[in-house]
């Protein structure tokens, strides 16, 4: 199982990766055949290419993550408050998320969900 120090590392890896603009750097946290459900709800993304694909057009929209506060680490999950500054429709938009990871022994993300919805999106 991985520890909290590896999990709060992969988190913050997420969000450096999130300051790059890099793609790669996101898809590589996770495991193959890892899945992203962002937002629940929506349609999954599986694998690498996948994921990739999704965190390349996230990144083009210019979103940079700032956390709201400290990861929460239990067992192989770890959730995070965070908010995501990005243009939406021509405007400054924030989104304030909470995000749950699951991670195996080799410290890869095998399973991501994002939690929000339209009330956690305001022009900024």
Known sequence: MPTPEQMVAVVQAYVDAFAAGDA???A???AEG???EDPVG?????????IRAF???SMATGAKLEMLG???CAAD???FPFAVRLEWDGRPTTIEVIDTFRIDDAGKITEMRAFFGPANMKSA
């Open 24 to 26: 790669d750097a996101a």
């Open 28 to 30: 590589a946290l996770f």
């Open 34 to 36: 890892a899945t992203v």
């Open 42 to 50: 929506t349609p999954r993304k599986q694998g690498l290419d996948e």
């Open 55 to 57: 965190y390349a057009l």
């Open 70 to 72: 400290e990861p929460r």
């Open 77 to 79: 999950y770890v959730a």
